[in-house]
């Protein structure tokens, strides 16, 4: 069925280091992918996105690695910083759909 | 650009008790989403609406739950009567288009039912 999920529900790292979310999705049929960050107290916000298509796209200090074989997706970012600090969230939407499909997230600490 | 507002950002109600939420979507956004997260869980699709249209509502839990979107502009998500399962998290989404791209969250109504 439908569902997305994560592999750890909490990540700590230290200031400066790098930091990887992992997520692993069922639904096959899934050809969009979405990062999102939840800051305490507000929404989900869009942070980077990839298709089907790809395996690797890049953004400012995160780079979303797509593995289909497996279905994983990794978030991952770059010298971490205390504003990074929030619940990160995968999504996936199946191709032509409208529904986007939440994982229960991550929680991310980061130590100064 | 405005982003999606919510309202109200908390509501305490008791058990029995009926509350409405409110979203505004970003202005010209036909697609308006409503999602649930529940006690730290992950955020649970409740329906979607073109314009004024439900597109889909599988999500919706039960007919305690009704949303509606008259003319396509704001939304409105009623609970009525509220039980204690139904705290959570009521989250509002807006996209310009459906199939494609990220959707603009708001910040969430948190609704404590005792």
């Known amino acids: 069925g439908e569902s997305v999920g994560l592999h750890l529900p909490t990540l700590s790292v230290q200031e400066g280091d790098n930091s990887i979310i992992n997520c692993a999705y069922s639904?096959?049929?899934?050809?969009?992918f979405i990062w999102y960050k939840q800051e305490s107290g507000k929404g989900p916000q869009f942070i980077i996105d990839?298709?089907?298509?790809?395996d690797k796209r890049q953004g400012q200090r995160v780079t979303v690695l797509l593995n289909k074989t497996v279905k994983h997706l990794s978030l991952q970012i770059a010298a971490t910083q205390p504003g990074d600090s929030a619940v990160y969230f995968c999504a996936e939407k199946e191709g032509g759909g409208f529904k986007t499909i939440f994982g229960a997230g991550t929680r991310l600490f980061v130590k100064a | 650009e405005a982003g999606v507002t919510q309202f109200p950002s908390h509501s305490v109600i008791e058990k029995g008790q009926t509350v409405t939420l409110r979203c505004d979507p970003i202005?010209?956004?036909?697609?308006l989403y409503w999602y649930r997260r529940v006690m730290g869980k992950e955020i649970k699709f409740l329906l979607h609406f073109v314009k004024e249209s439900k597109q889909d509502e599988s999500g919706m839990p039960n007919n305690r739950f009704l949303a509606e979107r008259t003319g396509g502009t704001y939304s409105t998500l009623k609970v009525q009567p509220a039980e204690l399962e139904d705290s959570g998290v009521y989250f509002c989404?807006?996209?310009?288009?459906?199939?494609?791209?990220?959707?603009?969250f708001g910040n969430g109504t948190r609704l404590t039912v005792t």
């Open positions: 202005s010209g956004h036909d697609n």
């Open positions: 989404a807006s996209s310009q288009f459906g199939n494609v791209g990220a959707l603009h």
């Open positions: 990839i298709r089907s298509n790809m």
């Open positions: 639904n096959s049929a899934s050809d969009y």
